[in-house]
């Protein structure tokens, strides 16, 4: 990932939240058919340090699996919060008119070794903790117990964990850092007005401490 150093973010707290604020990863990996995607869930741990580990699950009928059993090395790639900034909120534009548009966000690149999980125990773990986390903003959270045991099972056979030991990671934090002080807070008065969740979290992004 291009991430020119006023952009670059190596705290592993602001690392891991940015991970952890993301919905729906993707996972990466290259095989002898080319290379393969997977939008999936994945939860971080961590622990192994330094890095720590992603944990989840794809479907047995998803042949991304298989050349990752065999040792490729993957790539996670985690989008927190992103919105489009318009040159129309810049200082700049009404000085000089020498501006363009672009785009503020958060990311993350994990790279790794995955192992796969058949061993049912395991799966049952990894679904047990994707539900645990999905559900806990629900009024009434469904557990994966609620669930009769042998149709839990039977679904468990149609699955394969991977677990992501991370050897390496990429943080960047784009939120106009390299703009003058007014172009800043015309970025932010520009997410204000926009008035919606996504706006509102690259704003807060962009008033924390060091941003």
Not at 51 to 61: D, M, P, T
Not at 71 to 89: E, L
Request: hydrophobic share 40%; no cysteine.
């Amino acid at each position: 990932m291009y991430t020119p150093p006023a952009f670059a973010e190596d705290d592993p707290a602001t690392i891991a939240a940015i991970m952890r604020a993301t919905r729906l990863p993707v996972l990466i990996s290259a095989s002898a058919a080319g290379i393969e995607a997977t939008h999936m869930p994945l939860i971080y741990h961590p622990e192994p340090a330094p890095s720590g580990r992603l944990i989840g699950h794809v479907a047995r009928g998803n042949p991304q699996w298989k050349s990752l059993r065999d040792g490729a090395t993957a790539m996670a790639i985690f989008q927190a919060h992103d919105f489009y900034v318009s040159p129309n909120w810049y200082a700049t534009k009404r000085e000089t008119g020498r501006v363009v548009p672009t785009w503020n966000y958060e990311a993350v690149h994990a790279y790794g070794q995955i192992e796969i999980v058949e061993d049912a125990a395991r799966l049952h773990e990894i679904v047990d903790a994707l539900t645990n986390r999905h559900e806990a903003s629900q009024p009434r959270p469904w557990h994966v117990n609620d669930a009769p045991a042998d149709y839990i099972a039977s679904q468990l056979k149609g699955i394969v964990g991977v677990v992501m030991t991370i050897t390496r990671v990429i943080g960047k934090r784009k939120l106009s850092q390299n703009r003058p002080e007014a172009d800043r807070r015309g970025v932010a008065t520009g997410l204000d007005a926009a008035g919606d969740t996504a706006s509102a979290a690259v704003m807060r992004a962009m008033n924390e401490p060091g941003t």
